[in-house]
């Protein structure tokens, strides 16, 4: 558990307890280093209200509460000098994935469809989609960007069984993108997923499926429940598909 996960279930601190939080999780690497009163005279506090804080916390003293910050600074820094390996194992498991994946149907209902639209469920993924459709005009393929779940909706009530939609997303799941979905696949769009490698709503509703690996990077928030998702392997599939197309279909 970390710190700030043992924060949000404690009820109420005072204003004290407060300041000391805040210059605890902006300078955990000093204070693993600090006696109580040293704390304390950082803080404008006391060494009592440090050691009251901490059994607020769940620990017998300040000193078991140091040793806890000492494991969770550890950690992190090792997450950190995994980072660069996390990429390595994401893009070679994805370029696996694409290599087993057969992209020609994608490409062919691409080269056959009257209206291709593309869905990004967040900022990340629509940047992503930004320049998928980008490249495929180079090739004299025009693409919609669909900017949000409002005109998704909009598009979902017209698009006809001749057209393609192209949905990026990280999770896959999404009340709205899943509904919509079941939409389309009524109206019998061709619906084609492009999400990480496990089982989710969209990938279900879709004629066509792609995966990538993601790792998501610890320690980025001092958040728990905040997520940093990063998209360099998306990227890597995306340019896949274009590549694909380029090969067997513009110069053929």
């Not at 620990?59 to 969770?72: D, R």
């Not at 000098?81 to 490409?107: G, M, R």
């Not at 992503?128 to 779940?149: H, K």
């Amino acid at each position: 558990m970390r710190l700030e996960e043992r924060i949000n279930q404690v009820n109420n601190f005072s204003n004290t307890e407060y300041v000391l939080l805040e210059y605890i999780i902006s300078a955990k690497s000093k204070v693993i280093n600090m006696q109580a009163a040293e704390l304390a005279k950082h803080t404008f506090t006391s060494p009592a209200s440090v050691t009251r804080l901490s059994q607020k916390l769940g620990f017998s003293g300040f000193n078991e509460f140091k040793f806890f910050l000492k494991q969770e600074v550890s950690e992190l820094k090792t997450n950190k000098k995994k980072s660069w390996h996390l990429l390595q194992s994401d893009v070679e498991k994805t370029i696996k994935l694409t290599e087993e994946a057969n992209l020609l149907p994608i490409n062919q209902l691409i080269a056959e469809a009257k209206n291709i639209f593309v869905f990004g469920t967040d900022w990340g993924e629509r940047n992503t989609a930004e320049l998928f459709v980008r490249n495929f005009m180079a090739v004299g393929i025009y693409m919609t960007i669909i900017p949000s779940v409002t005109e998704l909706r909009w598009v979902s009530e017209k698009v006809q069984k001749d057209d393609v939609m192209i949905i990026i997303s990280y999770s896959g799941e999404g009340k709205d993108v899943t509904e919509l979905s079941q939409l389309l696949k009524l109206r019998k769009v061709k619906i084609v997923s492009i999400t990480p490698l496990a089982k989710n709503h969209l990938s279900t509703l879709s004629s066509n499926n792609l995966y990538y690996q993601a790792t998501q990077l610890a320690g980025v928030s001092d958040d728990p429940y905040a997520e940093y998702n990063l998209f360099t392997t998306l990227h890597i599939v995306l340019d896949a598909l274009f590549r694909n197309y380029f090969d067997n279909f513009y110069l053929q």
